[in-house]
T-cell receptor
Framework: GAVVSQHPSWVICKSGTSVKIECRSL??????MFWYRQFPKQSLMLMAT?????????EQGVEKDKFLINHASLTLSTLTVTSAHPEDSSFYIC????????FGQGTRLTVV | QQQVKQSPQSLIVQKGGISIINCAYE??????FPWYQQFPGKGPALLIA?????SEKKEGRFTISFNKSAKQFSLHIMDSQPGDSATYFC????????????FGKGTTLSVSS
């Protein structure tokens, strides 16, 4: 069946640097991609919705200049955490709305 | 109105027992109610889902019970196994195309052998 592939699965970066997370839809075209953040032992919180060819829609309280989302094609959406800080350390997960089974494997970001 | 309230926060069940996790919602515009299973370090995986026109759905050992009038739904895991030990999330989605899921806070299930 269709799959969303997320990369990398984990990343460690230094404070102040930027990190890019990729989410690819395999075998189907995703016009929309959701990006969630999950802190340890907490639930998934929607950060933003990316739409192919247009600007992403961010949830209240999410800094759009810090979390850059690009959806340049129907198979790729990216999340870039700019000037990362330790408080950005979290589990980031993407999903496509075509069917809710399509969650990425998640990316564990650790900022040191 | 947008919240999905999940309980309990944690649950310990003996092997072979029944695990029950409950969720409640307020917004009657929700039209899709999935349950997810998540293991540490992994993304959530869809377990089973139900729509409000059905009161119960069963898939193997997993059953969703849905009470539309009470705005509640629950997950029952029959014959719970140690491999079922994971975090379970209920969720809900509005009946609008392209809207994201709203998740409950999660329940950590431990099945003791």
């Amino acid at each position: 069946g269709a799959v969303v592939s997320q990369h990398p699965s984990w990343v460690i970066c230094k404070s102040g640097t930027s990190v890019k997370i990729e989410c690819r839809s395999l075998d189907f075209q995703a016009t929309t991609m959701f990006w969630y953040r999950q802190f340890p032992k907490q639930s998934l919180m929607l950060m933003a919705t990316s739409n192919e060819g247009s600007k992403a829609t961010y949830e209240q309280g999410v800094e759009k200049d810090k979390f850059l989302i690009n959806h340049a094609s129907l198979t790729l959406s990216t999340l870039t955490v700019t000037s990362a800080h330790p408080e950005d350390s979290s589990f980031y997960i993407c999903s496509a709305p075509e069917t809710e089974a399509f969650f990425g494997q998640g990316t564990r970001l650790t900022v040191v | 109105q947008q919240q999905v309230k999940q309980s309990p926060q944690s649950l310990i069940v003996q092997k072979g027992g029944i695990s029950i996790i409950n969720c409640a919602y307020e917004n009657t515009a929700f039209d899709y109610f999935p349950w997810y299973q998540q293991f540490p370090g992994k993304g959530p995986a869809l377990l089973i889902a139900i729509r409000p026109d059905v009161s119960e759905k069963k898939e193997g050992r997993f059953t969703i019970s849905f009470n539309k009038s009470a705005k509640q739904f629950s997950l029952h895991i029959m014959d719970s196994q140690p491999g079922d030990s994971a975090t379970y999330f209920c969720a809900a989605r509005l009946n609008q195309a392209g809207t994201a899921l709203i998740f409950g806070k999660g329940t950590t299930l431990s099945v003791s052998s």
